[in-house]
């Protein structure tokens, strides 16, 4: 039986550590709460920092994994890859730290995109300082977007219209990104459908998994606050409903040509997942950022519909074989939404207990920031505001199926929750095509 080592303990992360169980592997877990989601399916868990290298090698000695799986960004940024193989030759499904400045740098990336011609670049300067911010700002008309350049997962973009109303308050963020980090890039406004692809990595060749669209904003309609994201939905096929064939093709070839692009510029093959987020608007298809993980939440309803055996995938990764693989996945659709604290991401109500309802056999539950008691899944108190309490996922033959089972659950649970109604229902599929369809016509 083949041992994996999982690092991190999220929701997203327990559904990458379900699909090496259902491939026959036996898991550890490094994690930093004790998720009651990976106690049924884990051999041992250590609790401990996701890059504190003394209690790794420690738990490493003891459980001589074959592979390394890493979940979030951080433990990737602090090197883990790099360590692992060092230490103990051992190989991990994940980039080593000098390709983690893809998603920790948003000048890198549109840098690297301009100097390789790859498709999807949008308008954008790179500032060091504030010389020329507000010139840049007005030559895109005030509509523009702020992003700091750092790991800030989604925090540190600003958005006109969004984020900020006038050119002053986008310049005043853009000083913020200076004093913190020294580099600010400012770039075009688009205005499209986004969605996300995820693709398994081996330095050469990309294996593109189903297309998928999360849900960034705490409230129904896409209002309130950017959130760590509050559900995902994929469809049949491997698409979405509002992308045409060519859409995804060029997002493949896009990720294709970022994976060489990397290789050529860090002289490191990229082995990993490529996360490329996409905007789809009415001149067509264009890049905003690449992360070089599996996305919280997308994660939970793609692999959901993974048959291919994950560990041979990633075996297939490590050793540059990924071109010999084929992927096969379940016919189906499906949505993940997050039950979260009411007043999510503000507010935390550590100590809450949710109690599940008995779940349909289309429905599984992933815990999130919750821990197991007596009376239920309990909220844990520490940790940084903003956290879920659990996912839900609902497969079907269609996508209103999947929704309509995923939504009948969260509408059973009680106290200090709540969740998106309205991610992936057939109302909100029809807005998101009926956008798409009137910016195609302006275009
Ligand atoms: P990023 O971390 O670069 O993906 O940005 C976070 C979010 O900000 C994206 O998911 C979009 O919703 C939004 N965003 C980023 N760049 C742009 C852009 N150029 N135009 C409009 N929205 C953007
Ligand atoms: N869903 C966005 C992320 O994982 O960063």
């Known amino acids: 039986m083949s041992k994996v080592l999982i690092i991190g303990n999220s929701a997203a992360t327990l559904a990458s550590a379900r699909a090496y169980h259902r491939a026959g592997c036996e898991l550890f877990i490094q994690g930093e709460a004790l998720n009651p989601g990976f106690a049924s399916i884990a051999t041992a868990y250590n609790l401990?920092?996701?890059?504190?290298?003394?209690?790794?090698?420690?738990?490493?000695?003891?459980?001589?994994?074959?592979?390394?799986?890493?979940?979030?960004?951080?433990?990737?940024?602090?090197?883990?890859?790099?360590?692992?193989?060092e230490q103990f030759g051992i190989p991990s499904v994940g980039p080593k730290k000098a390709s983690t400045i893809l998603e920790a740098s948003k000048a890198f990336t549109r840098d690297l995109v301009e100097k390789y011609k790859i498709p999807g670049q949008i308008r954008f300067k790179t500032f060091s300082s504030e010389a020329g911010i507000r010139e840049f700002a007005d030559e895109l008309g005030g509509d523009f977007v702020v992003k700091a350049d750092g790991l800030?997962?989604?925090?540190?973009?600003?958005v006109s219209g969004d984020h900020?109303?006038?050119?002053?308050?986008?310049?005043?963020?853009?000083?913020?990104?200076?004093?913190?980090?020294?580099?600010?890039?400012?770039?075009?406004?688009?205005?499209?459908?986004?969605f996300s692809l995820m693709s398994l990595c081996d330095g050469e060749h990309a294996l593109d998994l189903p297309a998928v669209q999360?849900?960034?904003?705490?409230?129904?309609?896409?209002?309130?606050?950017?959130?760590?994201?509050?559900?995902?939905?994929?469809?049949?096929?491997?698409?979405?409903?509002?992308?045409?064939?060519e859409?995804?093709?060029?997002?493949?070839?896009?990720?294709?040509?970022?994976?060489?692009?990397?290789?050529?510029?860090?002289?490191?093959?990229f082995k990993g997942f490529l996360f490329g987020g996409f905007m789809l608007t009415a001149k067509g298809l264009r890049l905003l950022e690449y992360?070089?993980?599996?996305?919280?939440?997308?994660?939970?309803?793609?692999?959901?519909v993974l048959k291919s055996n994950f560990f041979d995938l990633s075996m297939a990764l490590v050793e540059g074989r990924l071109n010999e693989m084929k992927l096969e996945l379940e016919d189906k659709a499906a949505v993940a939404k997050?039950?979260?604290?009411?007043?999510?991401?503000?507010?935390?109500?550590?100590g809450a207990i949710l109690q599940l309802p008995t779940l349909p056999p289309e429905?599984?539950?992933?815990?999130?920031?919750?821990?197991?008691?007596?009376?239920?899944?309990?909220?844990?108190?520490?940790?940084?505001?903003?956290?879920?309490?659990l996912a839900l996922l609902g497969k079907g033959a269609t996508l209103t199926e999947a929704e309509a089972a995923v939504e009948a659950v969260a509408q059973k649970i009680q106290g200090p929750f709540t969740h998106r109604s309205d991610i992936a229902t057939p109302a909100t599929i029809a807005k998101k095509l009926a956008h798409m369809e009137a910016l195609r016509k302006r275009a």
């Open 338 to 350: 997050y039950i979260v604290p009411k007043g999510y991401p503000e507010i935390r109500h550590g």
């Open 363 to 389: 429905v599984e539950a992933f815990p999130a920031w919750v821990e197991q008691v007596p009376e239920g899944l309990k909220m844990i108190q520490g940790g940084s505001v903003g956290h879920r309490a």
């Open 247 to 269: 859409d995804l093709a060029l997002a493949s070839e896009i990720t294709q040509q970022v994976l060489k692009a990397m290789k050529l510029e860090t002289g490191l093959p």
């Open 214 to 245: 999360d849900f960034k904003r705490a409230l129904n309609d896409d209002q309130g606050p950017n959130t760590g994201g509050m559900g995902s939905y994929i469809d049949r096929g491997a698409s979405l409903p509002f992308l045409k064939p």
């Open 291 to 304: 992360n070089v993980r599996t996305g919280d939440p997308e994660t939970i309803t793609v692999l959901s």
């Open 152 to 158: 800030k997962s989604g925090m540190g973009v600003k």
């Open 48 to 85: 401990g920092g996701l890059a504190d290298f003394e209690s790794l090698k420690t738990f490493t000695q003891k459980i001589k994994p074959d592979l390394v799986f890493v979940g979030p960004p951080d433990p990737l940024a602090a090197g883990v890859v790099d360590f692992f193989e």
């Open 164 to 194: 900020f109303t006038t050119t002053e308050e986008g310049i005043d963020f853009a000083r913020e990104c200076l004093a913190e980090s020294g580099r600010v890039v400012l770039e075009e406004k688009l205005l499209g459908e986004e």
